[in-house]
């Protein structure tokens, strides 16, 4: 077929409109267009914080496109909550609300515009949505799921101008519904994403809506506050956690898969439970945030910073200024937090409203209880599957960090770090959960201290880090084995699983190749069909 015109590509775009404006314009016409001009900049931002640009603005809209459906709608998230904040702390004259709605389709691109029925699309869901609201296309729909704790009401196909087939639509609500037809019962439910800019500051917005859409303002309360330090700070500038992770490369729509199971969060306010922040944190948070009076509120980030407030004047006061003092400790840091690393309320009085899913760990223990011998020092030009930049933070943050310190490599190139810990614990633990939140896979110890605590093949090619998810056709008994027998171990071991689903395991071995072997054969003992090598210790890989 002749193409004409521009080329094509695949993309998810974000279409944004102002509720009302003709009504506003007639009221007064110059102060509606500087209100939207200020609200769209606020949008870009958010735009540019996911990985997104602005293509094309045209008086009340705007249009946006982005290489991951996760990240667009992540975006709309935050878009939503701060122009509900703003609209809390301004002037009736000064409140506004957007409809947005998210395609994930095929776009032809024109110079720095894009047009075609993927934008065309995404318009029309923008029309499908509530005031405030946010309404998504099955493609994007389809992409979330694992990923995101919001849920979705099932529009079912519509028809809409212009478009001549049915389009399925999706509004997405905050309550954690599944899909469900318009008018049916809602039943809870997870979705999940590594949403931390959901609730993100940005041009002094912070997020004060409990429940997304249409919070109603929370109610006032007596005046005073606390505010902890955040978490130590570390030493180096693009690292996570006192940790430092390089960011994967983004996967594309068609390679994104859903993430496992995970156990939800309870919604009483455990400081145990909470993620990323050290024992030190968690100890603080118990003695001094849970015997305060409300309104109080806790923000936390990916990298180990938090801050709290607590005995302000209402909950809209205390998570505006528990974001700011997390954001703040953190910029200290890391002048250009990437977007995962973003502080987020965690919690509002002692309710966990936070929306993401808890970090993906690997089973216990992290580390064999014997190291290897010789030792095998950290070398950052040697590490697997690391990119040049985390190779580098390595080298700058890691290597001179102070102990207790540890290292995690997970799926994609991620790589995380965290040091000035108070034990090798701890710091395997917050590398361990920064990682997991960044790959949404369970991630390997690699280091502990300035020793290497895996064996990286020579005869295999790495490709990735091995997740029993990954395993089909691997029976629930084999992948428990392969957690508790195989993971764990310090020596040279190696897994072959045949066609059939079949396992086959080299454990305690002193060479790689006997490893493999040893698993090649207890395989095709095992009635293994078509055997073939799949990891050599924590490591997925394929022969050279």
Known sequence: MEQVGGTRRLTTVLAADVVGYSGMTARDEEHAVRLVRQRFAMATT???????RVFNTAGDAL????????????????????????????????????????????????????????????????SLASPGGICVASSVYDQLVGKLTLGAEDLGDQHVKNIPRPIRAYRLTAEGAPPAPRRARRVRMRIVVPVLAALVVVAGAAVVASR????????????????????PPSPTAPSPTPASPATPPQATPSQAAPSPAAPSLPRELVPEAIPFIDDRGQAEIRRGYLPALPSKAIAISSLGHFAWHGNRVDVATARQQALKSCTDSLRRVVSNPPSHAACAIYAVDDEVVWPMRPPPMPPRPWVASSRMSPALKVDPDKTPLAPANARQATANGYLPGAPAKAMALGRGGTLNHAWSRASDFAAMRAALETCGHVSQRPCVVYAVGDEVVVRVP?????VDILATDDLAGVGETDRRRIEVAYLPDADWRALAIG??????????????????????????????????????????????
Not at 99 to 106: A, E, T
Not at 212 to 231: D, E, H, K, M, N
Not at 458 to 462: L, N
Not at 520 to 533: F, I, Q, T, W
């Open 499 to 544: 066609r059939n689903g079949r396992i086959g395991i080299g454990l305690r071995q002193v060479e790689e190749q006997k490893a493999i072997d040893q698993a090649m054969r207890d395989c095709e003992r095992a009635g293994g069909v078509d055997c073939a090598l799949v990891a050599v210790g924590p490591f997925k890989v394929s022969m050279r």
């Open 46 to 52: 958010f735009v540019q914080q996911h990985d997104g």
């Open 212 to 231: 997304w859409p249409g919070a109603p303002p929370p109610a006032p309360a007596a005046t005073a506050a606390v505010t902890p330090a955040a978490s």
């Open 458 to 462: 020579a005869i295999a090619r790495v």
């Open 63 to 126: 249009l946006a496109e982005f290489a991951s459906p996760v990240e667009a709608v992540r975006c709309a998230v935050a878009v939503q909550e701060a122009m509900r904040t703003a609209n809390q702390l301004a002037d009736e004259t000064d409140r506004l609300q957007f409809r947005i709605g998210v395609n994930l389709g095929d776009v032809i691109v024109s110079g720095t515009d894009l047009l075609g029925d993927g934008v065309n699309v995404a318009a029309r869901l923008e």
